[in-house]
């Protein structure tokens, strides 16, 4: 799981992809995950991380998680 | 150290489109507190999801209608409209303010009366007047206001075997250039129907005509058309002064002013685009004042409003089941409440608020309610903040219909809490039970037992 190399992000949450033309935003929450996916963490790295720095169950963030990651794959920011 | 926060993770595609000048409101501003009273501890003490009515607010918006209306003309009087929301403690702010009661069916009629609400100060409308209502309204010295010939008939007939004289109006319809025109409740203007029902009133004799009765329509958003239809009702009163030396003492507008719900496929929100009260109040008004009555015949004028005095004091709160995406990708969230509870989420987007701090991105989302049932939609588009599992939401301005026109479908209907002026909560409607619902059910005997 890896964004793609080209995707451009700002540190505000802003990602711009530009083979495509779209843009998109992402709260900070998001944008904590995208930089884990970039520093190449695993799945449940990156759930153990955001559970132990937020006040949430394991269950919702791995929900979350996978939704979200459908996301990027969905908008074609993963490869 | 404490944990920070959590907010669901979202990514929301940033759209290039044409421009909207109406532009679409993002609803991340939570609503934690209703009349001070904070929604986690209502929600904690009487259950989820719970109407909450705010006792201040209803007095506000009568008052402020009252004063409107009071300082255009110089008789005015409101009639609750029990069909709008008859839980007794709302019908009894209403009543304490100086309102009478308005309604258009005998288990209404007993309520008004249950409540206190004398006879003489009920009006009875509707097209469903049976014998026994019409002679308990008699008794009661209620005004009838006559809404078919039928009705007429069978009205001369009892007061002739009782011997009495009941105050009566007939319910006018008319064209007030709107479409579409209401023309299936009363006697028609232009079409002489109504001139024909005045006639075999005053020709009988046994009735006495003392108003005249209209509603042109509901959630109505030209204040011209009750101009249209006050001018047309005053000329009416006018003739039947004319031809028969008769004055009519009232004119009953009716209801139908907007409340500021947004109607489904409208540009701009209700809250920025529908009239205010002094709209209606000044075409209303200036029709009578400017028609030609002399100053000590001018009718009282009556008003039934609704809808326009108590929508906004009226909250839904309710709670996240969960959430889940659409094949389509869209996000889609489950309520616990739904159509069966807000019946007039068929027709508007109503306002929801979280109740509880977010950050400032947001979704968009459908928000289904609770049942298994493929309509049950509270709005097809909203945008809020990432909702998760057991957060609160606020619906606002539901407090006309949607507690009388609610449904007993697969869920039981929820309690409701009434705020009052020191910002006490009290029960006003206890949440259903099983046994609510049981209570006029019978099993016969041979179907009582089975096994399986």
């Given at each position: 799981m890896k964004i793609r190399k080209n995707i451009a992000i700002s540190d505000s949450g802003f990602l711009f992809n530009p083979s495509t033309g779209d843009s998109f935003s992402i709260n900070p929450i998001g944008h904590e995950i995208v930089q884990m996916i970039q520093n190449e963490k695993s799945e449940i790295e990156i759930i153990d991380a955001l559970t132990a720095d937020y006040a949430i169950d394991k269950n919702t963030v791995e929900k979350d998680l996978y939704d979200f990651i459908n996301m990027l794959k969905t908008h074609k920011l993963i490869e | 150290m404490e944990k920070k926060q959590y907010e669901r993770p979202i990514i929301k595609s940033l759209n290039q489109g044409l421009m909207n000048k109406f532009g679409t409101r993002t609803e991340y501003m939570p609503v934690t507190h209703i009349d001070g009273v904070a929604v986690n501890e209502l929600l904690q003490n009487y259950g989820s999801p719970l109407f909450v009515i705010s006792e201040r607010k209803i007095r506000e918006n009568y008052r402020n209608a009252k004063r409107i209306f009071e300082t255009r003309y110089p008789k005015v009087q409101f009639a609750w409209s029990y069909k709008t929301n008859y839980l007794n403690a709302v019908c009894n702010v209403f009543h304490q303010e100086g309102s009478w009661g308005e309604v258009v069916s005998r288990f209404e009629y007993e309520k008004a009366l249950k409540n206190g609400v004398p006879g003489s100060k009920i009006l009875f409308n509707g097209p469903d007047k049976m014998d026994d209502d019409l002679k308990v309204a008699i008794q009661n010295d209620s005004p009838i206001h006559i809404d078919h010939l039928d009705e007429l008939y069978r009205l001369i007939e009892i007061s002739n075997d009782m011997d009495a004289n009941p105050r009566v109006a007939i319910r006018v319809n008319m064209?007030?250039?709107?479409?579409?025109?209401?023309?299936?409740?009363?006697?028609?203007y232009e079409n002489g129907q109504a001139w024909d029902a005045i006639n075999k009133i005053m020709a009988n004799g046994r009735l006495r005509l003392v108003g005249l009765h209209c509603h042109i329509g509901t959630f109505m958003l030209a204040p011209s058309a009750y101009g249209i239809a006050a001018s047309k009702m005053s000329e009416l009163a006018l003739q039947i002064k004319n031809r028969y030396?008769?004055?009519?003492s009232y004119i009953d507008m009716g209801g139908g002013f907007a409340s500021k719900n947004t109607l489904k496929g409208s540009y701009g929100l209700g809250a920025d685009s529908v009239p205010e009260i002094s709209q209606y109040a000044e075409a209303i008004t200036s029709a009578l004042l400017n028609a030609g009555f002399d100053n000590e015949e001018l009718p009282y004028l009556y008003l039934e409003t609704g809808r326009a005095l108590i929508d906004d004091a009226g909250y839904l709160l309710g709670s996240v089941i969960s959430n889940k995406r659409l094949s389509d990708g869209r996000r889609a969230t489950i309520m616990d409440f739904g159509v069966n509870i807000m019946f007039t989420s068929f027709w508007y987007d109503h306002k929801i608020s979280p109740a509880q701090e977010f950050g400032h991105h947001t979704e968009d989302c459908v928000l289904y309610g609770p049942l298994c049932m493929n309509i049950d939609v509270i709005r097809e588009n909203v945008t809020l903040p990432p909702l998760k599992a057991g957060d609160h939401v606020v619906v606002h301005n539901?407090?006309?219909y949607n507690i009388t026109q609610s449904m007993q479908f697969i869920a039981l209907r929820p309690a409701v809490v009434m705020i009052d002026m020191k910002g006490q909560p009290h029960v006003i409607k206890r949440s259903e039970q099983l046994s609510t619902l049981e209570e006029g059910e019978v099993v016969p005997d041979y179907l009582s037992k089975f096994s399986l």
């Open positions: - | 064209d007030t250039g709107i479409y579409p025109m209401w023309d299936r409740f009363g006697f028609n030396g008769k004055i009519i539901v407090g006309a």
